[in-house]
């Protein structure tokens, strides 16, 4: 009796081991809105004064706005951004 248990608990658990070994086989393909959803795009960079800004790229004003992060009150505030998207991507006429 004991040794049928021990057969059925390793066979169980085989199964479920090969179960999630394919699972994880699977290819994993890359999620992405499109359309009105694309327009913005938004990271998070490291500066040398504030120690933290999240940049957001307006893709469709050609806009970048900056906000530096404030780590003792934990809030963003606009920041000065002297970048200009038409020169630093070469659509400037």
């Known amino acids: 009796m004991g040794k049928t248990v021990a057969i059925v608990v ?3 658990t085989a199964v479920l081991l090969a179960g999630a070994v394919v699972n994880g ?3 994993n393909t890359a999620q992405a809105q499109a359309g ?3 327009d913005y ?5 490291a500066t040398s004064d504030t120690g933290e800004a999240l940049v957001v790229l307006d893709s469709v004003t050609q ?7 404030d780590a003792s009150t934990k809030q963003l505030a606009p920041a000065e951004s002297k970048a200009d998207l038409n020169v630093d991507f070469g659509t400037k006429k």
């Open 10 to 12: 390793l066979t169980i």
């Open 25 to 27: 086989l699977r290819e």
């Open 36 to 38: 009105r959803y694309a």
């Open 41 to 45: 795009a938004m990271a998070t960079v």
């Open 63 to 69: 806009r970048m706005l900056y906000f530096s992060y």
